[in-house]
């Protein structure tokens, strides 16, 4: 069994107001029953869990309020009361919904997530994670229907909006070498890796005169990408930008306003020995040295534009591997 290495730090702890950063956490799995996973963290996170509704339970803890539910709106609401329901299926009740609460912990996947946490009391999920495993956890790779994800939302150490193409075009470039790292061969044969930018608002964002405002960074994206699938969803960043523009492109509900990037990660290997939440991170924390690296960050835009180009040369090249060889010969990894 390989050992757990710990969670790097980015050279940005703080955000503009001398504040430490925060990111929060969203783990996916299945193996566990869902009282199970509730009476779990209440033991490894010294915390008291509350009810709110049917699978959705609310843990105070000594690091703030952790939320543990189905990833499942409709079963979650569900309620055999509900006179919509056949006669036949509401008389069964209790056992009717045993049957239902048995399947949906099998395929559906719960999900814990984190308060917004200091950057510096990450190592606590990745105990958390650790003995997630130990108790059965299971992630992508026990079936061909688990494709459970795991999301990071990093507090950015500014909104200008330099800083936000920044993180964006470093995203942008590392986005191939980031997909080699976590995506799980076996699931994602059957399931698609959620989506990258548009390679329209790629171009437009990786060329060295792009600097636009805030409304032009929110309307140059959003143009191209008006949707939540994407592997960098700016849409909860947006929403605390400017919510009147973010709805002129898109209307739905789950978009939660925060300061944040929400990174999606198509898996969650929690059952693999090998895996650790700190490599997930620490491959996260390779996106934020770049972008606050301009010269190096400079460089790879103008390799990965380069690589773009349809030419003899790059018929015979891999982006994914160049810009991996780039990062080992300038020490990020």
């Known amino acids: 069994m390989s050992q757990a290495i710990s969670c790097k730090m980015p050279d940005i702890l703080n955000t503009i107001d001398g504040n430490e950063r925060r990111v929060g956490v969203e783990i996916e799995l299945s193996g566990l029953g ?3 996973l509730v009476s779990l963290a209440e033991e490894l996170l010294e915390g008291k869990a509350t009810l709110e509704s049917r ?24 309620d055999l009361a509900d006179e919509r329901f056949p006669q036949s299926l509401r008389e069964l009740g209790g056992q ?10 099998r395929i559906v996947p719960l999900e814990i997530v ?39 939302n990093p507090e ?15 995203f942008a470039v590392l986005y191939d070498w980031l997909k080699a790292r976590h995506q799980l061969d076996i699931s994602r044969k059957f399931t698609p890796y959620i989506e990258p930018w548009s390679s329209r608002y790629t171009d437009l964002l990786i060329a060295d005169d792009y600097a636009p405002d805030q409304q032009q960074v929110m309307v140059d994206y959003l143009e191209s990408n008006p949707t939540r699938n994407r592997a960098l969803d700016l849409l909860p960043l947006f ?23 929400h990174y999606r990660l198509p898996d969650c290997d929690i059952d693999n020995p090998e895996w650790h939440f700190s490599s997930v991170w620490n491959d996260w924390v390779v996106v934020e040295q770049l972008a606050n690296h301009a010269e190096d960050l400079a460089e790879l835009r103008a390799l990965f534009r380069d690589s ?11 982006w994914q591997e160049t810009s991996a060889n780039w990062l080992q010969s300038k020490g990020y990894v």
């Open 34 to 36: 869902y009282q199970q």
């Open 55 to 78: 699978y959705v339970s609310k843990l105070e803890t000594p690091q703030g309020c952790f939320v543990i539910e189905l990833d499942s709106d409709p079963i979650k609401d569900l």
């Open 96 to 105: 009717a919904m045993e049957v239902i609460d048995a399947t949906a912990e």
């Open 114 to 152: 984190s308060p917004p946490m200091p950057i510096s009391k990450l190592s606590q999920i990745e105990t958390l994670v650790d003995k997630l495993r130990k108790a059965g956890a299971l992630g992508s790779r026990e079936a061909i229907y688990f494709a459970f994800g795991l999301q990071l």
């Open 156 to 170: 950015l150490p500014d909104l200008k909006p330099s800083t936000l193409v920044r993180y964006f075009q470093a």
């Open 239 to 261: 929403a605390h930008l400017d919510k009147p523009l973010l709805d002129q492109y898109v209307d739905d509900p789950r978009i939660k306003s925060r300061p944040t990037l």
């Open 308 to 318: 773009r180009k349809i030419n003899l040369r790059n018929l015979t090249r891999n």
